[in-house]
């Protein structure tokens, strides 16, 4: 298995340009979760899914910030417009359950950055 | 706020020797507690976890102790190599909230 795969690994945009980023998760997982981390704030979870369906999105940040999952293989963080605060490193995982005995299965992250 | 929090930032130990990661914790309902690794440039890495009616669960070089009293949680690692140096990451999760909360993290350096 190819691991969970986020893509790009890398991105460098304009404040006010719209980013996207995309995750695969391992099949068969259900749940597939977004994390995002910085220094001052850590590793901070943004919005899960359960089987395609957004569970708790408590974490996205503001109304900018938007994920979907349209099948069981493909998920989307976008962010629009976006801000120097964004700046962080956002990491896609999926598990076989929420937690509790089921590891989460991390991808190798989006480092964005906005200038 | 964070429910799990690390007492040191950094870490530095001799190769060969045991490390001891520490991390304390606030939420009583938690169910699991988690270790991650985290490389540079990779993302987290499961390590180990430990259900809460527990006190000691063992792995591949790996030890979490579990405290509830004091709501302490400890990961061990055996004959520290120079491939253990990582950030480490204790994380809980409950339940009720059916999400894993990272903790702050700590760095783990090996002398040589």
């Known amino acids: 298995d190819a691991g969970v795969i986020q893509s790009p690994r890398h991105e460098v945009t304009e404040m006010g340009q719209e980013v996207t980023l995309r995750c695969k998760p391992i099949?068969?997982?259900?749940?597939l979760f977004w994390y995002r981390q910085t220094m001052m704030r850590g590793l901070e979870l943004l919005i899960y899914?359960?089987?395609?369906?957004?569970?708790?999105d408590s974490g996205m940040p503001e109304d900018r910030f938007s994920a979907k999952m349209p099948n069981a293989s493909f998920s989307t963080l976008k962010i629009q417009p976006s801000e120097p605060r964004d700046s962080a490193v956002y990491f896609c995982?999926?598990?076989?359950?929420?937690?509790?005995?089921?590891?989460?299965?991390f991808g190798s992250g989006t480092r964005l950055t906005v200038v | 706020g964070e429910s799990v929090g690390l007492h040191l930032p950094t870490l530095s130990v001799q190769e060969g020797d045991n490390s001891i990661i520490n991390c304390a914790y606030s939420?009583?309902?938690?169910?699991?507690f988690i270790w991650y690794k985290q490389e540079s440039g990779k993302g987290p890495q499961f390590i180990i976890d430990?259900?809460?009616?527990?006190d000691k669960r063992q792995g591949q070089r790996v030890t979490v102790l579990l405290n509830k009293t004091v709501k302490h949680l400890s990961l061990q690692i055996a004959a520290t190599q120079p491939g253990d140096s990582a950030v480490y990451f204790c994380?809980?999760?409950?339940?009720?909230?059916?999400?894993?909360?990272f903790g702050s993290g700590t760095r783990l350096s090996i002398r040589p």
């Open positions: 099949s068969g997982h259900d749940y």
């Open positions: 899914f359960n089987n395609n369906v957004p569970i708790d």
């Open positions: 995982a999926s598990s076989l359950g929420p937690g509790g005995g089921y590891g989460y299965t």
């Open positions: 939420n009583s309902a938690s169910d699991y």
């Open positions: 994380a809980d999760w409950s339940s009720s909230a059916s999400k894993i909360i």
């Open positions: 430990i259900r809460s009616n527990m």
